[in-house]
């Protein structure tokens, strides 16, 4: 779901109900990080690829990250609210928790991220 109050629930926060249920603000004020596979730049069954989404969000999972990431921190810079969205690339993983958890450290470098703060 992207940041942004403009955008109709599930793309957006806009929707009565669901923009409601959202603390942006609270949200924001979190340490904020995403995680994933370095490899995870494919389009598969799951993916959700229709033309508005891609156009938002980029074609594969990686992109998507990065600007999920840029529109969050955007969404804080606009309402005066420090801090950034750190992103990982787990190495040697594509889409596969499993692979994330197991070759790329993934539940030592989440743990290590909340430890920090």
């Known amino acids: 779901t992207w940041p942004d109050p403009?955008?109709?629930?599930?793309l957006g926060l806009?929707?009565?109900d669901a923009e409601a249920a959202v603390d942006l603000d609270g949200f924001l004020?979190?340490?904020?990080?995403?995680?994933?596979?370095?490899?995870d730049?494919?389009?598969d069954e799951f993916l959700r690829s229709d033309a508005v989404v891609t156009a938002l969000q980029g074609p594969h999972r990686i992109e998507r990250a990065r600007?999920?990431?840029?529109?969050v921190d955007a969404a804080a810079a606009a309402r005066g609210i420090e801090g950034s969205t750190a992103l990982h690339l787990v190495p040697r993983a594509a889409h596969s928790f499993a692979t994330c958890a197991?070759?790329?450290?993934?539940?030592?470098?989440?743990?290590a991220f909340f430890d920090a703060r």
Do not use: K, N, S
């Open 6 to 10: 403009t955008l109709r629930w599930p």
């Open 14 to 16: 806009q929707d009565g």
């Open 29 to 39: 004020r979190l340490p904020r990080a995403v995680w994933v596979g370095e490899r």
């Open 41 to 43: 730049h494919g389009a």
């Open 67 to 71: 600007r999920w990431c840029a529109a």
């Open 102 to 111: 197991r070759c790329g450290g993934l539940a030592r470098d989440v743990i």
